[in-house]
């Protein structure tokens, strides 16, 4: 979640609300802290540009990580930003829901921090973007071999034998769909992110899958929902009927061994 931000808080602000989570998330880092990101419609050129200078007038505040002792679940906050991780640990680690999980986790620690900031009297978050991001590993030896194999995995890609080009090497895309509200009218985007990538604990190759849906409808978090159901559709439909299949036979066993 963005907000507007708060100009009454300070880094020292950030490690007093420790004390509120430090019975669940006991550990802490300090990080640089993210840059507002808006989707704008229509989309103002100047606002892709990935090179930004900025004078600054006095020292930023961070970014404060909040994270449990298995590194699983996390708490980022600064001064205009509050955002809530989980990560995958171990195989045996299963992926919470959405709806059981990770949303409730979410508001209850989102009300600890509203009544924080209530208590120390450091004013009211108004938002002005939601963000929901689902990151997928897409391991080889599951339905595909090589980094060639794009055909195996997704949907939108056909391979050629034809000489130029031939086979791909690999896949890399980045690609951008409005999301539409009731009335039609742009309420946010969906960013589609592909990269090969080596999974560290193996050195066995995979793809990185990133989903991030980006908006705001009102003044609340309605678009947590929008987006999320955006990003499983979408999720479905980039990718092919063989890999869910996989996917499906895989997860019924993990149940089934538990």
Same mark, same amino acid.
């Given at each position: ?20 989570? =430090? ?24 606002? /892709?540009?990935?090179? @930004? +200078? ?27 930003? +509050?955002?809530?991780?989980?990560? @995958?640990?171990?195989?045996?680690? !299963?992926? &919470? ?6 949303? &409730?986790? +979410? ?41 060639? *194999?794009?055909?195996?995995? +997704?949907?939108?890609? /056909? ?5 130029? &080009? ?15 509200? @009731? *009335? ?8 589609? *992110? ?9 050195? =066995? ?8 849906? !980006? ?12 987006? /999320? ?7 479905? !439909? ?11 036979? @895989? ?8």
């Amino acid at each position: 979640m963005q907000f507007e931000p708060l100009p009454l808080v300070q880094a020292a602000h950030l490690g007093l609300l420790w004390s509120e989570y =430090r019975a669940a998330f006991p550990k802490t880092e300090e990080r640089p802290a993210l840059e507002p990101v808006i989707e704008q419609f229509p989309e103002n050129p100047a606002a /892709r540009v990935g090179l @930004k +200078f900025q004078a600054l007038e006095s020292f930023p505040i961070p970014r404060i990580w909040f994270a449990n002792d298995q590194g699983s679940e996390m708490i980022q906050v600064q001064n205009d930003r +509050f955002v809530k991780n989980w990560r @995958k640990e171990g195989e045996s680690h !299963r992926y &919470p829901h959405y709806d059981e999980t990770i949303r &409730p986790h +979410f508001d209850r620690d989102y009300e600890i921090f509203l009544a924080f900031l209530e208590k120390n009297q450091l004013g009211t978050p108004h938002v002005n973007q939601c963000e929901v991001t689902y990151v997928n590993h897409i391991l080889a030896g599951e339905g595909w071999e090589h980094y060639g *194999d794009v055909d195996r995995i +997704f949907t939108f890609w /056909r391979s050629t034998d034809l000489v130029p &080009p031939g086979p791909a090497e690999d896949l890399r895309l980045h690609t951008r769909f409005v999301i539409p509200g @009731k *009335d039609g009218r742009p309420i946010g985007r969906l960013h589609v *992110d592909v990269q090969p990538a080596i999974r560290t604990s193996d050195n =066995r190759p995979m793809y990185l899958l990133h989903l991030t849906a !980006r908006g705001q409808v009102g003044d609340a978090v309605d678009f947590f929902d929008i987006g /999320r159901e955006w990003i499983v559709t979408t999720f479905k !439909r980039l990718t092919t009927n063989s890999m869910h299949n996989i996917w499906r036979i @895989k997860n019924d066993a993990s149940i089934g061994n538990r």
